[in-house]
Each structure stands twice: as C-alpha cells, then as structure tokens.
Nanobody, 128 residues
Framework: QVQLVESGGGSVEPGTSLKLSCVATSASEDNTKSMAWFRQAPGKEREGIAAIRDDGIFSYADKMRDRFIISRDNAKNTLYLQIVDLKPEDTAKYYC?????????????????????WGQGTQVTVSS
C-alpha cells in the first residue's frame, strides 16, 4: 500500500509561482517507480501534467511544457511540481499519483487510470 500526501497549494495572484510537494509512504520503493502530477478543475476531466520515473526519465503533457517543472527526490520519497507564472486557468485541484509500472510516461499521462495510487489533492486557486 502507498500513501501519497500533497502540500503546497494555496490562493495566489496571477504571475506568481508555487512549488507543490507529494510525500510518498510505501512499504516498498518499487510501488513508486512512476510518479505523476494531474489536475482537475471543476466540471472538467482529470488532466495529466507531467510524470517522472525513479531513474529520472520524465515526460510532460504537450501543453504543460512551458510553465511546469517536475522533479523527485528519491531519498526523501518526495515528488515536486514547480509552477511558474500562474494563470487563472491553472485553478484546479492538483493530484499526485504513483504506480509500480514503468510503462510509457507519455501514454500514462493521457490515461489517469494507469496509476494505481492517488493522493487526496491540494487546491491551487489563482485570482487577482
């Protein structure tokens, strides 16, 4: 079993930056070989942002390449997402996901159900 706990969200003004964190607690580090960030705005489908494996291989969704930076610290069992130049359309709940598989990260970002474990999410609200 894996527990994922996100933090770092909040209410911010446009143009600012945030760094989200996700701490993973697992009996085996193999359960978090692939990790990813998704977001979901009210009334919209869950959307993949970026994913990263424990060997450092990463992938971004096409429209997320410019302002999102994913990273992970395996020693701390922590996944990060830095978001720069936040825009009102970034308002959403941001979720951390993990899976023991090493399938294509790009494919996985388009298929949220491919991730077995999910956190409860952290809310990001961008408004002036």
């Amino acid at each position: 079993q894996v527990q994922l706990v996100e933090s770092g969200g909040g209410s911010v003004e446009p143009g600012t930056s945030l760094k989200l964190s996700c701490v993973a607690t697992s009996a085996s580090e193999d359960n978090t070989k692939s990790m990813a960030w998704f977001r979901q705005a009210p009334g919209k489908e869950r959307e993949g942002i970026a994913a990263i494996r424990d060997d450092g291989i990463f992938s971004y969704a096409d429209k997320m390449r410019d302002r999102f930076i994913i990273s992970r610290d395996n020693a701390k069992n922590t996944l990060y997402l830095q978001i720069v130049d936040l825009k009102p359309e970034d308002t959403a709940k941001y979720y951390c996901a993990a899976d023991p598989s090493v399938r294509s990260l790009t494919w996985s970002l388009g298929h949220p159900s491919s991730f077995r474990y999910w956190g409860q999410g952290t809310q990001v609200t961008v408004s002036s």
